[in-house]
């Protein structure tokens, strides 16, 4: 039995922005049910459900042992009747019938294969389901759905888009966006953030921050080449408006959620490119790689940073810590002091925290 002499229960914060969660789960068993009880009722639109199960999830991913009795989780946060009853399950069964019978349900297996569509929320989800349809071949199949153009380059890029991105895809195609926007803007900064920030080895995308130090805020960038398929949302932030209080707030920057296409190394050869390979013109040579690219201005990028590397439930809880701990608000462009109606600039992650007066949380630890 792991002796964990420091690890106290009780005093385990229900915030994980004020917790260290790193890759290593000890308890994916748990977290694993909890995650397919939190899709269903995202899928339901149960925001409450939903969240409670995450948070659960969230404090097991923490956890420095393995849980094996009930009284492992005595005294730990988030813990409500619901998720005890799953956990009390999987340890005495080793497995969750609620989330076995969750896992065969037709709606949910309905809505699990359509989200997996780039373009494709719960919302549409819904209105294909109502209309009848189960399995992403009979959506193809109908034609008289309008699909958006979204839509229409997940369904095109299917196969590409649901298989991983691998940490050297990440690298190759993070050299092409430097160089690219190196190209525009000698000066910008580009920083890969998200999953592949904290660490992770795989992703279902790769995210990155631009920005340009100094005054110039450059918005032609996102419309200068190289995508094969780009969807560019134009920046809605107005200076002065108070940070967004939503749980899941989209945020206001020039953004693109991008397609891009990663020509593979060739036979004989290592390197990733952009440019074609012409002797091997029979075979498909690439692969369609999902990237997100946001562009913030110098001064918000600490916010930015810290709000796109995530985890998503992480950043919930630094924006409901602020709320509710620090009568302050935290968006990814600013913190707002709502005592000293003053707006808290930062520099750096590190000040953010400060202004939070939280402890430092390196981003390999923000796996909440
Ligand atoms: P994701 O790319 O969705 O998630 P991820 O990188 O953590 O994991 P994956 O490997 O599946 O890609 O989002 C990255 C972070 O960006 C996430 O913490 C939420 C944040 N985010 C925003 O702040 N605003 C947005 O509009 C979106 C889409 C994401
Ligand atoms: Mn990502
Ligand atoms: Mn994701
Ligand atoms: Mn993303």
């Given amino acids: 039995e792991p002796e964990v002499p420091s690890f106290i229960a009780s005093k385990v914060s229900q915030y994980s922005c004020q917790r260290k969660t790193t890759l290593n789960n000890y308890n994916k068993k748990f977290t694993d049910a909890f995650e397919i009880m939190a899709e269903n009722y995202e899928f339901k639109e149960n925001e409450i459900f939903c969240l409670e199960f995450l948070r659960a999830a969230s404090v097991l991913k923490f956890l420095p042992f393995p849980v094996t009795r009930m009284k492992d989780i005595q005294g730990l946060p988030c813990m409500g009747d619901r998720v005890r009853d799953v956990i009390e399950e999987i340890i005495e069964e080793g497995e969750s019938s609620r989330a076995k019978e969750v896992s065969n349900d037709e709606r949910y297996k ?169 002797d091997m013109a029979e075979v498909k040579d690439w692969k369609a790689i999902r990237v997100d690219l946001v562009i913030t201005p110098f001064e918000q990028y600490a916010y930015a940073l810290l709000g796109w590397t995530g985890s998503r439930q992480f950043g919930r809880d630094l924006r409901r810590y602020a709320t509710h701990e620090k009568k302050m608000i935290l968006d990814n462009h600013a913190l707002y002091d709502r005592r000293e109606r003053i707006f808290l600039k930062a520099g750096s992650e590190e000040e953010i925290f400060t202004h939070l007066g939280l402890d430092y949380v390196e981003p390999w630890e923000r796996n909440a």
């Fill in 110 to 278: 309905s809505f699990k294969q359509f989200t997996s569509v780039f373009g494709v929320g719960v919302k549409t989800s819904e209105k294909w389901y109502r209309m009848g349809l189960r399995t992403l071949e009979e959506v193809k199949a109908d034609k008289t759905l309008k699909l958006s153009k979204m839509q229409k380059a997940g369904f095109l890029y299917y196969e590409d888009l649901i298989s991983c991105v691998s940490k050297a895809e990440a690298d190759a195609v993070s050299l092409i966006v430097k160089n690219t926007v190196c190209t525009f803007l000698p000066d910008a900064l580009v920083t890969i953030t998200g999953g592949f920030r904290r660490g992770k080895s795989t992703g279902h995308d790769i995210d990155f921050l631009i920005t340009n130090p100094g005054p110039e805020e450059d918005d032609e960038l996102l419309h200068k080449g190289l995508l094969l398929y780009c969807d560019i949302i134009e920046s809605t932030f107005v200076k002065e408006q108070l940070p967004s209080r939503k749980v899941d707030a989209m945020d206001n920057f020039q953004k693109c959620f991008a397609i891009l296409k990663l020509y593979q190394p060739r036979v004989n050869s290592n390197s990733y490119s952009t440019s074609k390979n012409f």
